[in-house]
């Protein structure tokens, strides 16, 4: 048996070739697993779940299916951060802590979206602050649809644009705060996702930290077992 862990889909209507990749992924991937962990980013944005469009709600179905053979768990992303309980319930997920530590057959382990890490990018972090307060999120949730899926797309773009002139550095986790998670959860394993750089990570301190890649060119899975750790690639199948 083991033990599954994707992030950083970005589900969108505009891109049907991740969702078939994502559902193909589900169909034939699950059979010996003991659990599935989404680490955030399943959608490309989300602006709450009374505007979920047709493909999340049939995605949400299949979800569904999936976790009734085994438990389904979901960390939000920084794109799907508004994503809530009534979307959760239509997939049968269950939504963890940001911060989340689990025994991964017998190895203390932490798991994030990793957002929380990249420290450097201060622009950023002081955004993640206003939007973890629940009465911004509130506030956020009583404006219109239509102003809601505006603002969502103006952050988008803003983001797209301010990501093509940060560098490298700057966008990648801060090594400082990797190691205080790690003191703080006293764990000796880190998996996360967010800086799409799928990579398996022995540090100097005899802890590792394992990336999950992203789903735009190609399908990202870590696998974990009791036997090892394995970061697969999953080639998207030509479409229809």
């Excluded at 929380?116 to 506030?139: E, G, I, M, N, V």
């Excluded at 102003?147 to 090594?175: F, L």
């Excluded at 735009?216 to 080639?235: D, K, R």
Aim: hydrophobic share 40%; charged share 20%.
């Amino acid at each position: 048996m083991r033990t599954l862990f994707i992030g950083d889909l970005h589900l969108s209507a505009d891109r049907l070739d991740i969702t078939q990749a994502f559902t193909h992924f589900l169909d034939t991937q699950l059979d010996d697993a003991d659990a599935l962990y989404i680490l955030g980013d399943l959608f490309e944005v989300w602006v709450g779940d009374d505007i979920a469009l047709p493909f999340a709600l049939e995605l949400a179905k299949k979800l569904k299916q999936v976790s009734q053979k085994l438990p389904v768990y979901f960390i939000h992303g920084n794109r799907d951060f508004m994503l809530g309980k009534q979307f959760a319930r239509a997939a049968g997920m269950q939504i963890l802590p940001e911060v989340t530590c689990l025994n991964l057959y017998g190895v203390e382990t932490v798991i994030l979206h990793g957002d929380s890490l990249c420290t450097l990018d201060k622009a950023y972090q002081r955004f993640r602050k206003l939007r973890s307060f629940a009465l911004a999120r509130w506030l956020y949730g009583c404006l219109s649809r239509k102003t809601r899926q505006g603002i969502a797309n103006k952050i988008r773009n803003k983001s797209k644009s301010s990501n093509q002139q940060k560098s490298y550095t700057i966008m990648d986790v801060e090594p400082n705060a990797v190691e205080a998670l790690f003191v703080q959860t006293h764990t000796q394993q880190m998996i996360h996702g967010h800086t799409h750089r799928p990579a398996i990570h022995q540090l100097d301190n005899g802890c590792k930290r394992i990336v999950v890649g992203d789903w735009y060119e190609q399908g990202s899975v870590l696998s974990v077992s009791a036997e090892g750790i394995s970061l697969e690639s999953l080639p998207f199948e030509p479409t229809t």
